[in-house]
């Protein structure tokens, strides 16, 4: 007889919803309405039983985290103890789990998705900034070490809004993965 696989447990993964990214313009735009979003998503997270982790960017100081980019432009950001790095103003973090990375996959260099199996999780929702980079890259990654991931799409937000809509796209038709509205969202969130 083989054994039934258990359908696990879905986790919400909060991608860097901290000042430095909302200091573009085009962002700082969208910080009320998204952290609402987000803040709705966490809320429903809790009374689902889910996990909720808190993805930040952080470098250092002496440039060893810093990406290619960061290097041929001599300018880091997020450091510890900034106030780029905090989570911006009137996040929710009640129960949630911090995470730090150092590039835009949640992934990349950290325990992610040995924290994801330990608790089971094996569906993700992910919510944040921003769309086009970071979202999409921890998608991409999640999708590698096969968790199934649903992008909640009026949670996420982007300066770059067309390439926002082409990642979406792809991760939709490429990587099977769900981009839902709020309600659909909220709803996968509380089981």
């Known amino acids: 007889m083989t054994p039934q696989r258990t359908e696990g447990r879905t986790a919400l993964l909060v991608i860097d919803m901290q000042n430095s990214y909302f200091d573009f313009p085009e962002l700082e735009e969208q910080r009320e309405s998204v952290t609402a979003k987000v803040n709705e998503l966490i809320a429903a997270a809790r009374e689902g039983g889910c996990p909720i982790l808190l993805i930040r960017t952080q470098h250092e100081r002496d440039r060893s985290t810093w990406t290619v980019n960061m290097h041929d432009d001599g300018q880091g950001f997020a450091y510890p103890g900034t106030e780029q790095s905090q989570y911006v103003a009137g996040l929710d973090t009640e ?23 330990n608790l089971d999780a094996n569906r993700l929702v992910l919510c944040g900034i921003s769309t086009h980079s970071c979202v999409a890259q921890t998608a991409i990654d999640a999708f590698a070490h096969n968790f199934r991931v649903a992008v909640a799409r009026d949670a996420v937000a982007s300066e770059n809004a067309d390439l926002s809509q082409a990642l979406l796209a792809f991760l939709e038709d490429e990587m099977r993965q769900d981009i839902l509205h709020q309600s659909d969202s909220v709803a996968r969130l509380r089981g």
């Not at 129960?95 to 199996?117: E, H």
């Open 95 to 117: 129960g949630g789990v911090g995470l730090v990375k150092t590039r835009d996959s949640a992934f990349f260099d950290t325990d992610l998705a040995a924290r994801l199996r």
